[in-house]
């Protein structure tokens, strides 16, 4: 049932004080459908753990909130386990079930604010792991017919922190489950230097798909702030990929500017590394700023304005263009 007025401030992790006019959750597919009907003449948003939005201002429509659950296995073999995941589940509640299970393929993605419906859309990543390397399908509603299709990994089309969803079918659906195909025999993805030293600190030589996970939730909580204390979306900006020509350029100036081989001709920059080269990290205006430990997440220490935030990322992103000739991107999607 659709509510009037509705405060959302509970419901966006950077704790913006902003009020929807209409309201509803829904909890399974046939409640999205009815709702679906009734939202056709008005702005419609719909809004999952909501990590990854950040509120200018009331949104004068309807907010739909993604609160379907439930984790499903679907086959499994010596080898491998396929689960349905309801969109609305929280994200790091999957992951601690699949490590509960032994069930291998997302332990470096721990403590990735958000629920399961934003995991495709985002192509969520961390430490080595992208969400496309486990995914298999997902289901979604169409909103302007209310029809339940199923979209397989290629029609997907994921890209780095990119997918169809993102792009040409952009506020089209709206994902009511995801599958994934996780492995029972564990192949683990230590690769980033980050995890490697973790488990030294820990003197672990042989590590478990839990002993990875703890790693990634101990660095995770050393350099990103924790929601609940202080307003944030995590990382506010993507890692850009520029020419590598362009990084040697850069590396006449700045030696020691890191870069990640994406392809032939281009790498990945850490977005982080700019923005702290450039003298932003730890920078505060009144009740925001850019977070002291980690210059890639701006934060709201207190009843900021997302306004604000939003004018301190445009001064950010020109700054990185002057100094580095690099337009950075939001991964943070921005609500007028």
């Known amino acids: 049932m659709l509510k009037e007025n509705v405060s959302l401030k509970n419901f ?31 702005p419609l948003l719909i809004l999952g753990g909501g ?18 659950k439930g984790i499903e296995v679907i086959s499994e073999d010596d080898k491998t386990v396929l689960i349905k995941v309801g969109a609305g589940e929280i994200w790091h509640d999957l992951v601690m ?21 934003a995991s495709p859309m985002q192509n969520i990543g961390a430490y080595g792991v992208e969400i496309k390397d486990v995914f298999e399908s997902l289901e979604a509603v169409e909103i302007k017919t209310g029809k339940l299709r199923e979209f397989t990994h290629a029609e997907c089309q994921f890209g780095y922190r ?20 996780l492995s029972k025999n564990p192949k683990l993805n ?10 030294q600190k820990k003197g672990i030589d042989q590590p478990t798909i839990k002993d990875v996970s703890n790693a990634v939730i101990s660095i995770r909580k050393s350099k990103l702030p924790n929601p609940k204390e202080i307003g944030n979306a995590g990382s506010f900006f993507k890692n850009p990929v520029i020419l590598k020509t362009h990084h040697e350029e850069l590396r006449k100036v700045h030696p020691e500017i890191p ?29 925001y700023g850019v977070h002291k430990k980690q210059a890639l997440v701006l934060v709201n220490y207190k009843d900021a304005k997302g306004a604000d935030i939003v004018a301190l990322s445009n001064e950010i992103i020109a700054d990185i263009i002057t100094k580095f000739n690099i337009k950075l991107e939001r991964e943070v999607n921005i609500i007028d």
Do not use: C
């Open 51 to 68: 990590s990854n939005v950040l509120f200018q201002s009331d949104f004068d429509g309807i907010v739909l909130h993604n609160k379907i």
């Open 162 to 181: 990119e997918s169809v969803f993102k792009k040409a079918l952009k506020d089209q659906y709206v994902i009511t489950s995801v599958s994934y195909r």
């Open 97 to 117: 079930h699949t490590i509960t299970q032994n069930w291998a393929g997302i332990e470096n993605l721990s403590l990735i604010p958000g629920s399961v419906g």
């Open 190 to 199: 230590t690769s980033y230097g980050a995890i490697e030293t973790e488990l």
């Open 259 to 287: 870069a990640y081989p994406v392809s032939k001709t281009e790498v990945k920059v850490p977005a982080g590394w700019l923005i702290d080269q450039a003298g932003w990290k730890g920078k505060t205006f009144n009740n």
């Open 12 to 42: 966006n992790t950077f704790g913006m004080d902003v009020q929807a006019k209409l309201y509803a959750p829904f909890t399974d597919v046939y409640e999205l459908q009815e709702l679906l009907k009734s939202t056709s003449e008005q």
